[in-house]
């Protein structure tokens, strides 16, 4: 098992430093692919003011864990990281950050790919965006469950 290092957390990250955390000291890894998300100022063609995220705690670190497990059992990885943030977000704050390290450049884009699919549909995280006609609850979305599908 490859060690894939799971935060769910109020607080920011900075993705260089998580980078180079993954890495060090790992000369077999040729190859690193990231992924990092912020909140949008447009959703469903009206503006958002913010984003609220909320999650069971405890819970949702099982299920990131569980969707890492997957993504390792399909690629030769050498490391993964994931942080997911909670609270009230604003646009351009950074939400999410996935990184998968391997040998191999494939294996990490691949993954890197796949653990977002997933994580859009199979993390337990509710959202609550805030628009100028007051706030709405986020459903999940035909085109997530299609890019999660195909893995």
């Given at each position: 098992?490859?060690?894939?290092?799971?935060?769910?957390?109020?607080?920011?990250f900075?993705?260089?430093?998580?980078?180079?955390g993954?890495?060090?000291?790992?000369?077999?890894?040729?190859?690193?692919?990231?992924f990092?998300?912020?909140?949008?100022?447009?959703?469903?063609?009206?503006p958002?003011?913010?984003?609220?995220?909320?999650?069971?705690?405890?819970m949702?670190?099982?299920?990131?864990?569980?969707?890492?497990?997957?993504?390792?059992?399909?690629?030769p990885l050498?490391?993964?990281?994931?942080?997911?943030?909670?609270?009230?977000?604003?646009?351009?704050?950074?939400?999410?950050?996935?990184?998968?390290?391997?040998?191999?450049?494939d294996?990490?884009?691949?993954?890197?790919r796949?653990?977002?699919?997933?994580?859009?549909?199979k993390?337990?995280?509710?959202?609550?965006?805030?628009?100028?006609?007051?706030?709405?609850?986020?459903?999940a979305?035909?085109?997530?469950?299609?890019?999660?599908?195909?893995w």
């Open positions: 098992m490859i060690p894939a290092a799971i935060s769910v957390q109020a607080a920011d900075d993705v260089g430093a998580e980078i180079a993954l890495s060090s000291g790992q000369t077999g890894i040729g190859g690193i692919a990231s990092v998300g912020l909140v949008r100022d447009m959703a469903g063609g009206q958002v003011r913010a984003m609220t995220l909320e999650h069971y705690p405890g949702t670190e099982k299920a990131l864990a569980a969707i890492a497990a997957e993504a390792a059992d399909r690629w050498d490391a993964i990281r994931i942080i997911h943030r909670f609270g009230r977000l604003e646009p351009g704050d950074r939400i999410v950050l996935v990184v998968t390290a391997s040998a191999h450049r294996a990490a884009f691949d993954a890197c796949f653990l977002m699919d997933w994580l859009k549909t993390a337990p995280f509710w959202k609550r965006e805030e628009t100028p006609e007051g706030d709405r609850w986020v459903a979305k035909t085109e997530d469950d299609r890019a999660a599908e195909r």
